[in-house]
Structures are given as C-alpha cells and as structure tokens.
C-alpha cells in the first residue's frame, strides 16, 4: 500500500516563501513520477508541477513558473516544492501524487496519478 504525506504547509504573507515535503511509503519511490496539484476553496483541483522519476524532467504550470521549484530525494522517498514569491492566489491545499506506473512522464493530468496525500493547507496573506 501507497502511502503518501504532506507537510510544511501553513500561513504567511504575500511575497514570503514556503517548502512543502511529501514523504511516500509502499511501493518503489524511485521509479515513478511525482505530481504536486492544488485545490482552492470552491475551484477544481489543479496541476502545479510534476517532476520525473529520475528527476531530470520537470513540469510547471504557466501560473508558477519561475516562482516555484519542484525537486526529489530518492534516497529519502521524498519529493519537495520551493514556493517562493507567494501570492494570494497560491492560497490552496496541496496534495502530492504519484504516477499510475512506473518510468512514466511527469504529465499534468490528474487520470495519470493515482495515489494522493491527504493534503497540506497553504494560506498567503495580502
């Protein structure tokens, strides 16, 4: 069983930085592709950036590019996101997820993944 958690979530003003951390257990770290996605109150969930299983690829939405940086240690079946430049529009929860198989490409669609964290709340202040 897959299990993934999220953390390093929390409040903080606009222009401030946060890092969130998803730590996987099950399964092989390794060999899969991981997601981070967002989902603000009363909006559908959306993509924010992905990353390969080697960690060479990586993926961002238009919205954050340049802002925030995805990034992965297989040895410690972690995989982070640097938020930096935050904005009130970043106000979210944030799940991590991982891909349906193995050596599959860090993709944008949510029907690639199918194992998600519980999630971890992110709140910036104007």
């Known amino acids: 069983q897959v299990t993934l958690v999220e953390s390093g979530g929390g409040l903080v003003q606009a222009g401030g930085s946060l890092r969130l951390s998803c730590a996987a257990s099950?399964?092989?770290?390794?060999?899969?592709?991981m997601g981070w996605f967002r989902q603000a109150a009363g909006k559908e969930r959306e993509f924010v950036a992905a990353i390969s299983w080697s960690g060479g690829t990586t993926n961002y939405a238009d919205s954050v590019k340049g802002r925030f940086t995805i990034s992965r240690d297989n040895a410690k079946n972690t995989v982070y996101m640097q938020m930096n430049i935050l904005k009130p529009e970043d106000t979210a929860v944030y799940y991590c997820?991982?891909?349906?198989?193995?050596?599959?490409?860090?993709?944008?669609?949510?029907?690639?993944?199918?194992?998600w964290g519980q999630g971890t709340q992110v709140t910036v202040s104007s």
């Open positions: 099950g399964g092989t770290f390794s060999r899969y592709a």
């Open positions: 997820a991982r891909r349906n198989n193995p050596l599959l490409a860090a993709i944008s669609y949510e029907s690639g993944y199918n194992y």
